[in-house]
């Protein structure tokens, strides 16, 4: 079963924290954040960790 999350203020802080769980465990998100370099970041990081 799919699971998909979608996180606001994903871009740093908690919500950060809630982006990288939620992949680990194969779940596809959808982010949010104001800062578009921030969560561009996040978006490379987590692809090439998971």
């Keep these: 079963m799919n699971h998909t999350a979608l996180i606001t ?4 802080g908690l919500g950060a924290e809630f982006a990288r769980l939620f992949a680990s465990k194969g779940t596809n998100l959808i982010l949010v954040a ?3 370099k921030e ?4 978006k490379d990081e987590l692809e090439n960790t998971f």
């Design 39 to 42: 969560l561009n970041d996040l």
């Design 9 to 12: 203020g994903a871009s740093r």
């Design 34 to 36: 104001r800062s578009e």
